[in-house]
């Protein structure tokens, strides 16, 4: 009896002994680690999704030209377009129902200032808003630069900033829509920005789609 | 040399070799029905536990050919079972079938029937091992009016870097694909990193506190938790759990763009829950990066007229739908095709299905399908058409077997009846 159980176990062991090499080698294929830098050349053909960020459930529906040295950021519900500029200014695009008269005036109370804003954009004077030009489907935009000392609350943060400055284009797209770009940071930042702003402004279009007027 | 063996009774028992011991344990009764219990356990199991870690993670747990073992739960709780993972279990089922019902097995007319359906499940777990292997799914999320030429890849992330011409649009992004991220995990204990670098870019990419599901927060002052990111431009990331109703991992990562120039680096913040691209400048150029899951492009392009659907009352779970679409073939030529539940429209290899469908949206109505390329796209056809072939052969021998076994008990029956009755006439007479 014993002299089979030799020779049972002089078989089994080699059996055994090539499983676990067999299993030593795939564990070993199959934890190759990947350097620590790799050269990637795979570049991926263009399609619809490059084209349109509407098409992939973006909130954007805006078609931009930035400045070059402008930073895009994540969008959130009210920046539909959310862009850093430097270290401190920011710009942010949004799409409200509202009135024009209600930002101006929230814009200037968060510099701690009151103003007379008349009902309608029409009787806008310098000093408040005034009107600039046409952007996006040749809706007027009004512009407004507020200078001043900053003080906001961002979800029960408060934050204040001196020297700080807001320049705003407000544009009335039709009866319910209003589109509003608000450039703030420190006012040496803004002011060289302006420029860039109303022609990022200027520059902005929809995205499309034809057939949704049918 | 045949190996012997004394039993107790004093009979000549024949010892058997390892290959032969091996061949039995394969093709064992016990073992078609323990790897068959184990299955309907397995799918049991993962119907559970699919309503709490969604649809993906289940069958990455139960049926990916990486998941040896499981551990089942139940209501988020582990239960003390391990069950070895269906995709190996129907290696075993495989085996078993092809050393029990097709080598094993009796031959003879009689037999025939039950081998061509074992041959018919053989086939269908091929069909199995094909689809797991060979087959891509993708999803396209349709709008109305929109057209697509492309599907993202469900559990696949990428990391797509690129160049925008001068107009600003979007010149082939560079792709970093999944298998190149996955292990530079966030909670891996020691911090990993990977650094990338592009043959006509200016600057490289290093990626590090990858993450599987997480959700951008707000710096806003509140108590930020041990494990959350660093904060970059307001925001952080925390890890957080699967929603298993929408069943989509929301992949996550902090890059930090080092340029050649030495000028100084910019650390970013991406993630699947951003639908666009984050851009940056280097050497007066402007860059594009984002993190969309693995983008497939199509060999055709669909543009979604209409969409219809109805809910079950009182839930959100559609009962029907259906899709009006055009769609281009590889010449060009725009084609009008209805899709269905249960009706998909099949181009090239390609299999478009209906997969979801939302109530319109200020007026405007979408669709999801989902894309699926599949080899063996229509063989568990062919498969259930064999097993049953092999099923009504096997149902006739055995019903004529037994009509003709009645008709035997029957006759003798009968003959003895005759000369009964001869015997009666005659004493009557």
């Known amino acids: 009896m014993k002299k089979h159980h030799t020779h049972a176990r002089t078989q089994i062991f080699p059996f055994l002994r090539n499983i676990a090499f067999l299993s030593a080698i795939l564990l070993t294929v199959g934890c190759e680690e990947i350097p620590k830098e790799v050269e990637i050349t795979h570049q991926r053909e263009l399609c619809k999704f490059d084209e349109n960020e509407a098409l992939r459930g973006a909130v954007n529906r805006f078609k931009a030209k930035q400045p070059i040295h402008w930073r895009r950021l994540a969008e959130t519900k009210n920046r539909i377009l959310n862009y850093r500029v430097g270290e401190n200014t920011e710009v942010a695009l949004g799409s409200f129902r509202g009135s024009v008269k209600s930002n101006i005036i929230r814009w200037y109370g968060q510099y701690g200032q009151t103003v007379t804003v008349p009902n309608t954009t029409e009787e806008l004077k310098p000093g408040i808003m005034v009107k600039h030009g046409t952007m996006i489907g040749n809706s007027d935009y009004y512009l407004l630069d507020i200078k001043g000392k900053f003080e906001t609350s961002m979800g029960g943060v408060t934050v204040k900033q001196d020297d700080w400055s807001t320049v705003g284009i407000i544009c009335q797209y039709n009866d319910e829509e209003l589109i509003t770009i608000k450039m703030t940071g420190p006012t040496s930042e803004t002011a060289k920005e302006k420029k860039n702003l109303i022609k990022f402004a200027e520059d902005l279009k929809f995205i499309t789609f034809p057939e949704d007027k049918q | ?429």
């Open chain 2, 1 to 429: 040399m045949s190996k012997q063996n004394i039993s107790t009774s004093g009979k000549v028992k024949k010892k058997k070799s390892i290959p032969v011991l091996i061949f039995d344990f394969f093709s064992s009764y016990l073992l078609a029905v323990t790897t068959l219990t184990v299955l309907g356990l397995l799918v049991w199991f993962s119907t559970l536990e699919q309503t709490v870690y969604g649809l993906s993670a289940t069958a990455e747990k139960y049926y990916h050919s990486s998941a040896y073992f499981v551990i089942p739960e139940i209501n988020g709780s582990k239960i003390p079972l391990i069950l070895p993972g269906a995709y190996w279990t129907c290696v075993i089922l495989f085996l078993n079938m092809v050393c029990g019902g097709i080598i094993r097995i009796r031959k003879g007319i009689k037999q025939l029937g039950p081998v061509i359906a074992h041959f018919g499940i053989i086939l269908l777990l091929v069909t199995g091992f094909v689809d797991h292997h060979n087959s891509v799914h993708g999803h396209m999320d349709t709008r109305q009016f929109g057209t697509y030429d492309y599907a993202w890849k469900r559990g696949k992330t990428s990391l797509e870097v690129f160049k925008y011409d001068d107009e600003q649009n979007k010149t082939p992004p560079y792709v970093i694909k999944h298998e190149m991220l996955e292990d530079l995990q966030h909670d891996s204990g020691t911090p990993k990193y990977r650094v990338f670098k592009f043959k006509d870019l200016p600057f490289d990419v290093e990626v590090r506190n990858f993450y599987d599901n997480a959700t951008i927060f707000v710096d806003n002052g509140n108590p930020r938790e041990k494990t959350d990111g660093a904060v970059i431009d307001g925001i952080f990331l925390r890890a957080t759990d699967i929603d298993p109703t929408t069943d989509l991992y929301m992949f996550s990562c902090y890059v930090t763009i080092r340029p050649h120039d030495g000028s100084e680096a910019r650390n970013l913040i991406l993630s699947r829950t951003v639908n666009h691209p984050l851009t940056f400048s280097v050497e007066g150029k402007l860059y594009g990066i984002e993190m969309p899951n693995e983008i497939w492009k199509m060999p055709y392009e669909v543009r979604l007229v209409n969409s219809y659907g109805e809910f079950y009352p009182g839930t959100e779970r559609p009962s029907y739908y259906s899709s009006d679409i055009i769609w281009k073939d590889s010449k060009g030529v725009e084609k009008t095709s209805k899709i269905k539940m249960n009706e998909p429209l099949r181009y090239q290899g390609f299999t478009l299905y209906q997969a979801s469908w939302t109530p319109p949206t200020n007026g405007i109505e979408y669709s999801g399908f989902v894309i699926v390329t599949n080899p063996a796209d229509q063989w568990p056809v062919t498969c259930l058409w064999i097993s049953f072939a092999g099923l009504i052969f096997h149902f006739i021998m055995k019903l004529s077997k037994y009509i003709g076994k009645e008709q035997r008990k029957s006759k003798p029956a009968d003959s003895k009846s005759k000369v009964n009755a001869k015997a009666k006439a005659k004493a009557n007479a």
